[in-house]
């Protein structure tokens, strides 16, 4: 018997730009913080007109910072502060506090990494530059960084690391009472963009990292990386996103362009524990906050998708498809459960699965998927989506997206007495072109026995 699951969409909110990260503050007297990162690819005004015209785009973006009430039925979520800045390709906050302070990282379209600091409380809250350093010059954005600090342990130093669209990895050591970036190594580890880097919260001296060349490796960084500890080629298109689980030790996850999430056991690394695959190219990937086996996935096309790892298979057990465009940022927060429940648990806005699922579509789209062509591009340049059928219609991308889901299997709905009690979590995800921000719950129930 499988996860019973509800979702139901709290509020939808248009940021203007292109939205492609999300992120709530780990920490517990600002958990109900949540920050959002945007890129906006402008054609500069000169060059509206010729089409012709090589010079630079654009890449502009902005950081808004929003605060979660649970207590509010409607629009449980206000807007606290907006900054124009660089384009922002990657964030994510610190797991501990920095000199007293929540600090959320940011990795720019102007190759530096920017640290900003959070101060005051609810609706007060408000964030500002405390560092930053760069990591790149020229035409080279950063791309991802992660924080070394993901099991939340005190008393180590603590460092962050970042990848370039040219394929470098870049180590720094932060100094809290400055506070100051340095650069503590840097080495060239994919042959094209390192879409993603990521620590070993187990063990703080090895990252990991996946490029466009389909690599995913892992190094150690104790001394300037001269070879990875390990190159895997399991991916077949690019890697994109990697996130060590902070619960369980030795398990990795990794998803790709190729559209499947791997799970894995860091003591081997010849095969993955598990392969799902989730009908969209995986941006990012989240371990759930409390609960060690359910992993969230940002999936492009095919919306975000949560997958139970402790099932045989590591299935999809929820799915939230109701974004109109990419699916690039999704985070879980933090706040307590008794404060989520749904406000009326039988009332899912059309939203419930026992398994993912969705009704499908007519047969001409069923047809069509065997003809489906899906030319990947990363979010810093254009991307082309075709889907034609077998006259060279053109298909919906939501269309699509349902055909999908309708192949996962959909199992009977039993009476809830059969379930233990429910559990309910915050999720905030964004898309790209469309940009928008859903902020939603998800309340699951395991079977008893399984309590």
Known sequence: MSVRCKTQTLQVLDTEYSADAVEWCPLSDWRTVLACGTYQLNKPASDLSDETNDAPHLRLGRLYLYNYDPHRLFSPVSELQRIEASAILDMKWCHVPISGCPMLGIANAKGALELYRLQGSGESCRVELACSANVAD???LALSLDWSTGRADSGFPVKL??????????????????????????WEAHGYEAWIAAFNYSNCDTVFSGGDD??????????????????????????CSIQSNPHREHVLATGSYDEHVLVW???????????????????RLKWHPTDSALLLAACMHSGFHILDSASDGCPLVSSYVLHNSLAYGADWSRVSSQDTSLTNPDSLNGQESVASGCDAVGPKVSQAMQNLKIFYESPTASFDVLLEDESGEYISESDNVKSDLADQPVLEVTSSARYGQAKTSVVATCSFYDHVLHVWRWQSQRPQSAE
């Open 138 to 140: 020229g035409e080279c």
């Open 161 to 186: 690391v970042c990848s370039d669209s040219k394929g470098r990895l870049s180590v720094l050591q932060l100094e809290e009472s400055a506070p100051s970036l340095d650069v503590v190594c840097q």
């Open 214 to 239: 389909c690599l995913l490796r892992g190094w150690d960084t104790r001394s300037r990386p001269d070879s990875p500890l390990f190159t895997s080629k399991r991916h077949s298109m690019g890697v």
């Open 265 to 283: 056991d860091l003591r081997q690394m010849k095969q993955p524990t598990s392969d799902t695959h989730v009908h969209g190219g995986v941006w």
